[in-house]
């Protein structure tokens, strides 16, 4: 018998993803995967379980599934309302989906990506290693009405289990570190961009985010001649007049407009995030410095299991609570 979730309804941007496929730039071949890795970590973290399953991700609006088999679920990212039946429940935290079951979650409230995780993760079909949705690469497919989410092998028992998580989608500083072509911009230019707030912009989507700003573009010299070269996520392009836009993990894997930074990997969560119009300032970090944020942001993926808490419930709202051993062996009367 096939457990998972059938598609009653869905957003037209709804994708499988994962931590998404390494090793392939050189092949021109960018990674995918999750725009919001904290939260693809604390899914894992509430359901106890590998943090390399595949996640339903979801972007501006939810869906509607219908459950077949029992299965364990959790919602994370930005807020979303969540309903199975008439029954509500919360955000980052774990709930148990029964056979029959009608599964609604609403659009997001304060981000732009929610994430569906599933006890055993999605077994969508593997392409190099990975089942991260790559429609720039036409690897795998929109999501649509009728499509399953099957779950995978789940050896996990349910436990009621939450973690208490920070809005990410409010904007603020976005630290960076020089790129190759930091310099071509000349010391005024930089410190001009340092000062400068941008807003996000409508034209944004899985590729990059495009920021806008008051006053002239930020060029080099020369800008036409720069030959093409490997881009990686979180570089910060410059188009020919001079306005910017984060390359995102589907974007393209060489080009030759010049590049003044590369936005760090944990910051990235919080331009993902962002609806259009919140306000974003740079801050260069040296390299060391860099690095130590990367290894903090390692360590506090590693100790969110630790931070789970157990839910606990009022007996008024358990409404299976018969299922439970309450009482055992024998009880004298007087």
Known sequence: MRCGLEILNIGPAATVQDLGRQGYL????SASGVSDRDALYEGAAILQQDVNNAVLEMSMMGGSFRVHGQVRAAVTGARMSIKVGQKSQPMNTSFLLHDGDILEIGGCEDGIFGYLHLGGGIQAPQVLGSRATHLFASIGAKLEVGHWLERG???VAFAALQLETERRGAGGKLRFVRSFQTD???EHNLQRFLSTKFSKTQRSNRMGVGLQFEGEGF???NQLHILSEVITVGDVQMTGDGQPF???QECQSTGGYPRIGTVLAPDLVKVAQAPTGTIFQFSLVDFEEAAQILR?????WRALPQKTQYVTRKLENIDNLLEYNLVDGVISAT
Request: charged share 20%; net charge negative.
């Open 246 to 248: 984060i390359l995102m």
């Open 219 to 221: 060029q080099t010299e």
């Open 296 to 300: 903090a942001r390692q360590g506090a």
């Open 26 to 29: 050189a092949h021109g071949l």
């Open 184 to 186: 071509l911009f000349g």
């Open 153 to 155: 092998e789940d050896p």
